[in-house]
C-alpha cells in the first residue's frame, strides 16, 4: 500500500455514520492498546476558533526542542494530510500508509458486527492521530474537536485541560435548536477537576460553564485579553503585541480582532500546563506566536488585484469578517466572489457581503452539498441586480479583472478551491 491507496480507503467512508456516539471509537482504539491514554492533551471545541487555537499551541510548544507535540486540526482544506501534524508538519506518508494497514483488519470486524458498525471517515482519521502520537512518542497532543463536543470522536481522549473557545449556532440540525442546548453538547468535553477554558461572554452561556465546573469541580478559567497581553498595533496583516512575561515586541500574523480572543485562550492554556511541568520560556512563545499560519482565514494573496480569501460560513464568521472589514476597507471597486453549502446562512452572508463590493459573483465551492443554481436563483438573486452565477472559478475571478481588489468568502471550501487554483495558476 503506498499513500495514495491508504488516502483513498480514508475517503470512501462515510463522513458521518449513525447512530452517533463513542461505542465505535472505543472499539477502535481497544484493539489498538488505547494509544489516546499515553500521552497527555489538549481538547480544543467551540464553535469558531479551535482551529487558530490548536495552530497557536502546537507553534508555541513545537518552538522549544524539549517537547515533541502533535495536533489534529479540521477540516483540511487542500489535502487530507493537512488533518495530522507533528511539530507543524503534516505526519510522515509512512505513518499514514501503517495506520490505515493497523486499522483495516478492525474495520473488518466491526463491519461484520451489527451492533457496532463500520467507523465514519472522522473516527478513523481521528484514531490513526490517536495512533500516530503513540508510535512517534509526542510529549502533548493538541486536538481539535470535530463537531459538538459530548459524542465527538475526540471526546475518548484524557485531557489536561478542555477549551471551548465560544458558542455559536453552526450545526443547529445536529446539536440543537439554540446556544444554550449546543452549549451542554460541547460541555460533554469537561473532564473532572480539569481546567475549562473560553472566552465566551455571554453571561447565560458562561453561566451554564459555571454550574457544569461545580458539578464535576472543575476550574472554569475565563481567557482575558488584559492580563496576558497588550495590542500596540493591528493592521490588515495581524498585530504587535506586547506579551506579559516576553520581552521585546511580539507580532502576531493572523488578522483580525478574534484572533486576539483566540491567542488569549492559548496564552491561557500555556499558563495551565506550566503547573502541569510544561514550561515554555518567553522566547519559544514569542517564536512560535510569530511563525504561526492559518490558510484560509483572512489570508491575503499579493497580486493584482491583490485577493482577500476568508473561510467565513455561519453568522459568528461572519460577524468577525465584517468587523475586519469596517476596520480596513476593501480598495474599491471590490469583486466579491461568494460559495456556499446548503445548510449554512447563504441568504444572509450574501445579503451582508454584497454592499462591501461592487461587483458580485457566485460560484458553487466543489462539494455535492453546495447551494444549488436553483436555489441562488430564488434565493440570492432576487436580493441585488448585480448577482452573476458562474459555473467555475475560474469564470467568477476573471469577472473581478478590473477590479482593484477581490473579496473571495463564503465558505471553507471555497477557501480550499481557490488556494488549489492558486498554486495551480498563481494570481487572476
Not at 488533518?83 to 499514514?96: D, M
Amino acid at each position: 500500500m503506498d499513500l495514495a491507496n491508504a488516502l483513498s480507503w480514508l475517503s470512501q467512508r462515510d463522513l458521518f455514520t449513525g447512530p452517533f456516539g463513542l461505542h465505535r471509537m472505543e472499539f477502535l482504539l481497544e484493539r489498538l492498546d488505547n494509544p489516546q491514554s499515553q500521552y497527555p492533551t489538549v481538547l480544543i471545541g467551540g464553535t469558531n476558533g479551535k482551529g487558530s487555537v490548536t495552530v497557536l499551541l502546537e507553534h508555541i510548544f513545537a518552538a522549544t526542542p524539549e517537547y515533541q507535540v502533535g495536533s489534529t486540526i479540521s477540516p483540511h482544506l487542500v489535502d487530507l494530510t493537512e488533518r495530522i501534524r507533528l511539530q507543524c508538519a503534516p505526519l510522515p506518508e509512512s505513518s499514514w500508509v501503517e495506520g490505515v494497514a493497523a486499522l483495516q483488519d478492525i474495520v473488518k470486524i466491526m463491519e461484520r458486527e451489527s451492533s457496532i458498525g463500520a467507523p465514519s471517515f472522522f473516527e478513523l482519521v481521528t484514531a490513526l492521530a490517536f495512533l500516530a502520537f503513540r508510535e512517534s512518542d509526542r510529549d502533548l497532543a493538541f486536538v481539535e474537536v470535530g463537531l459538538g463536543g459530548r459524542l465527538d470522536a475526540t471526546n475518548v481522549c484524557h485531557p489536561e485541560v478542555s477549551v471551548i473557545t465560544n458558542i455559536g449556532t453552526d450545526h443547529r440540525e445536529i446539536l440543537g435548536p439554540d446556544r444554550p442546548t449546543i452549549a451542554r453538547e460541547k460541555l460533554g468535553i469537561l473532564r473532572r477537576k480539569r481546567p475549562l477554558v473560553t472566552a465566551e461572554r455571554d453571561p447565560a452561556i458562561l453561566g451554564l460553564f459555571r454550574e457544569a465546573c461545580q458539578r464535576e469541580k472543575a476550574t472554569l478559567v475565563v481567557a482575558d485579553q488584559k492580563d496576558l497581553f497588550r495590542v500596540i498595533e493591528s493592521t490588515p496583516y495581524g498585530h504587535r503585541l506586547a506579551v506579559e512575561g516576553v520581552p521585546g515586541e511580539v507580532t502576531l500574523p493572523l488578522p483580525g480582532l478574534h484572533q486576539l480572543d483566540n491567542l488569549a485562550i492559548a496564552l491561557t492554556v500555556v499558563n495551565l500546563l506550566a503547573k502541569n511541568h510544561f514550561e515554555v520560556p518567553p522566547e519559544a512563545v514569542a517564536r512560535g506566536i510569530a511563525q504561526v499560519a492559518w490558510p484560509g482565514r483572512l489570508q491575503w494573496l499579493p497580486g493584482r488585484p491583490p485577493l482577500l480569501v476568508d473561510g467565513a460560513h455561519n453568522l459568528e464568521g461572519l460577524a468577525s469578517l465584517l468587523d475586519y472589514l469596517d476596520r480596513f476597507p476593501m480598495e474599491r471597486p471590490c469583486h466579491l466572489v461568494l460559495g456556499a453549502l446548503q445548510k449554512k446562512p447563504f441568504v444572509e452572508l450574501a445579503r451582508a457581503l454584497a454592499g462591501r463590493a461592487d461587483s458580485l459573483a457566485f460560484v458553487p465551492p466543489a462539494t455535492p452539498r453546495a447551494v444549488t443554481r436553483e436555489e441562488f436563483t430564488g434565493q440570492i438573486a432576487p436580493l441585488d441586480a448585480r448577482w452573476q452565477w458562474h459555473d467555475t472559478l475560474d469564470s467568477a475571478l476573471a469577472a473581478g479583472q478590473r477590479a482593484k481588489s477581490i473579496l473571495v468568502s463564503g465558505s471553507l471550501y471555497l477557501a480550499a478551491d481557490l488556494l488549489r487554483w492558486h498554486a495551480t495558476h498563481g494570481r487572476v
